[in-house]
């Protein structure tokens, strides 16, 4: 009989067998690149969401319990930026009294210090094009007679003192009442606010080189970081008698600055003011505003009549993500009611 003769693929075959093999890895390997992507997107998302909550919930328990018969000041930082929310970069700053529950140390990890009103600031650091540090302070009042006082009102006229007060982690606190903070003089009182706000009040100019910035070469001054990777922190309040929140840029969105609640010259925005409003209660409230806002001054003196405060805030915050995979960051909405 005749031998059976080898069997096995071709050439032809061959070949096929291994261009398939290959679509095949080819396939995996972009499903593989895929999932890892998303994975990563999902953790970028996770971190930037986990930001959020912080900044919410920190923001939630100082304007539950907002003091308005303190002093409260809001001033409104823009900066034109193509990439920003609405094209302008918000770097908005605030500073009024809270109550609560506070707790810190004294100067050089001393006993703990509890209170229960405290003055808070709360301070966008950051440089042009980047995100920045969003900063939160808080000078727990205290009738404690070991500790002495850190300034004298009477006579700290210069802004760097109040500036190394606002990023000092280890003095935390304030020996002045709320009465003695509202009745300063006015020079203690310009300078405590360009210091800690970097906001002059008498001519609204913006100084970038004041406020509570971090110190790189401190890490205690990072007890007062809030969150990294925020390149927006905007406040605006819901005012009854316009219908709508204030202050905006452009409030009708056609373009033009001509309706701006901020201070505009020419058409532009004006970079090197800021808008600002500063109520302190009394047995007569009294209230001042910064370029731009005052056009929208109501002559009525009750804090809900009050452009820029009201009985809500809505803050728009954009946070990015450590690695930069979600381009231009994440951009939210937050709305904190605190009653009539």
């Known amino acids: 009989m005749p031998g059976r003769g080898k069997s096995g693929l071709s050439l032809v075959e061959l070949l096929v067998a291994i261009g398939l093999l290959a679509m095949l890895i080819v396939m995996a390997g972009a499903v593989f690149r895929i999932a890892v992507q998303t994975t990563r997107i ?75 009103v405290a003055r808070v600031g709360y301070f966008l650091s950051r440089r042009a094009g980047g995100s920045g540090t969003l900063i939160r302070f808080r000078h727990i009042l205290t009738a404690e007679p070991s500790l002495g006082p850190v300034l004298d009102p009477n006579t700290a006229t210069d802004p760097r003192p109040w500036q190394d007060w606002a ?110 409003v500063l109520w302190s209660s009394g047995a007569a409230n009294k209230v001042s505003f910064g370029p731009g806002l005052a056009g929208l001054k109501d002559p009525g003196t009750q804090f809900l009549d009050v452009p820029g405060l009201g009985r809500a805030f809505k803050f728009t915050i954009t946070i990015h993500d450590s690695k930069g995979l979600i381009k231009g960051g994440r951009t939210f909405t937050y709305v904190v009611y605190f009653g009539s």
Not at 43 to 63: F, G, K, M, P, S
């Open 167 to 276: 990023r000092d982690p280890q003095h935390q606190y304030d020996r002045m009442t709320i009465q003695q903070w509202a009745q300063m003089p006015y020079a203690s009182k310009r300078a405590a606010i360009i210091g800690m706000m970097g906001v002059d009040i008498e001519s609204g100019l913006v100084d970038h080189q004041f406020g509570p910035h971090v110190d790189p070469a401190d890490p205690c001054s990072r007890e007062l970081v809030l969150s990294d990777l925020v390149s927006h922190f905007q406040v605006q309040a819901w005012s009854d008698r316009l219908n709508r929140w204030v202050p905006d840029i452009d409030p009708d969105g056609n373009g033009a600055l001509s309706d701006s609640d901020l201070l505009v010259s020419g058409g532009v925005l004006e970079e090197d003011k800021a808008a600002f």
């Open 42 to 116: 999902a953790r970028a998302n996770a971190e930037i969401l986990q930001r959020l909550r912080v900044i919410t919930l920190q923001l939630d328990a100082d304007l539950g319990g907002l003091y308005k018969h303190g002093e409260v000041f809001i001033a409104y930082v823009a900066r034109k930026e193509p990439n920003a929310v609405g094209n302008y970069a918000r770097m908005d700053r605030m500073m009024f009294f809270s109550t609560g529950t506070f707790r810190s140390t004294g100067p050089g990890g001393s006993s703990a210090i509890n209170g229960q």
